[in-house]
């Protein structure tokens, strides 16, 4: 994400469940007492990411996660575990499997935890926060770089969000200004296969844009799986916005529609 002159962006970073988090808060002048929010704003994300790891953690043995997978299905009476459930039954089924809740039989969602755990804190803390401190114009949340970010209302700013080259890690392939959204990408450039039962190696790099951060977390894993041609049926269907990219091409899409992709190689 790059910071715009003209503007003040006070951040913090923690590092929970493997994974760097970042809280930004945008101002347009240098206020001492933002120090002050943004500290006791991320003891609470801290607090409540915590949970989230507690529960769907697939190292900690504790976790209800391992439990449910030792056969505890008492664990399904947690809101939480049993709100995630559902939702991953839901995304296999909207992306015709390609985004597998599973891996070695066992459930495992952790392909989406990370994007629905910041979209819960975004939407029941950072947002409500939001709003009710007009002096602020700005915050998002990013985890391991998939972020949920808004702008005040009736603000002129926004958000500038770079989305890398996978084959140059120090150059972006498109820059995305958005006021208000959640954007993921997923690739091999840092992570290497780290897709289970891919079997088209067609993209290199997709990156999602929708409202909301679980979904284009979702999508994202979904398009490596899927494979360029499968995923293009899939990004007609259900109207998705982003990014594509090959070995060859740049391939945006909004709403459903592919941009030329001969017009954007790379």
């Not at 819960?120 to 401190?133: A, G, M, Q, V, Y």
């Not at 269907?237 to 790379?266: H, V, W, Y």
Request: net charge negative; charged share 15%; aromatic share 10%.
């Amino acid at each position: 994400m790059e910071e715009k002159k003209g503007y003040q962006f006070y951040d913090r970073v923690i590092n929970m469940m493997n994974i760097p988090f970042t809280l930004t808060l945008v101002c347009e002048t240098q206020m001492p007492v933002v120090d002050y929010w943004i500290d006791h704003l991320m003891t609470q994300v801290q607090q409540k990411l915590q949970v989230v790891d507690h529960i769907f953690s697939p190292f900690k043995q504790d976790s209800l996660l391992k439990k449910y997978q030792a056969g505890d299905l008492q664990v399904m009476q947690n809101t939480s575990f049993h709100t995630v459930f559902d939702l991953a039954k839901k995304a296999a089924k909207t992306t015709a499997g390609f985004f597998d809740p599973y891996y070695a039989t066992e459930f495992n969602p952790t392909g989406l935890v990370k994007g629905w755990a910041i979209e819960e804190i975004f939407n029941n803390l950072l947002s409500p926060f939001l709003r009710n401190h007009p002096l602020m114009i700005g915050i998002s949340l990013n985890g391991g770089g998939d972020l949920q970010f808004a702008t005040q209302q009736g603000s002129s700013f926004y958000w500038e969000i770079g989305i890398e080259n996978p084959s140059q890690l120090d150059s972006l392939s498109a820059v995305y200004k958005l006021k208000n959204g959640a954007v993921a990408t997923s690739g091999f450039s840092k992570r290497g296969q780290h897709i289970a039962n891919l079997t088209d190696h067609s993209l290199l790099q997709a990156t999602i844009v929708s409202d909301s951060l679980t979904w284009a977390d979702i999508w994202a894993t979904a398009a490596l799986v899927a494979g360029q041609q499968n995923f293009i049926s899939l990004l007609t269907k259900c109207q998705l916005t982003g990014l594509m990219i090959t070995s060859k091409n740049i391939i945006p899409f909004s709403e459903g529609r592919l941009a030329d992709a001969e017009k954007n190689t790379i």
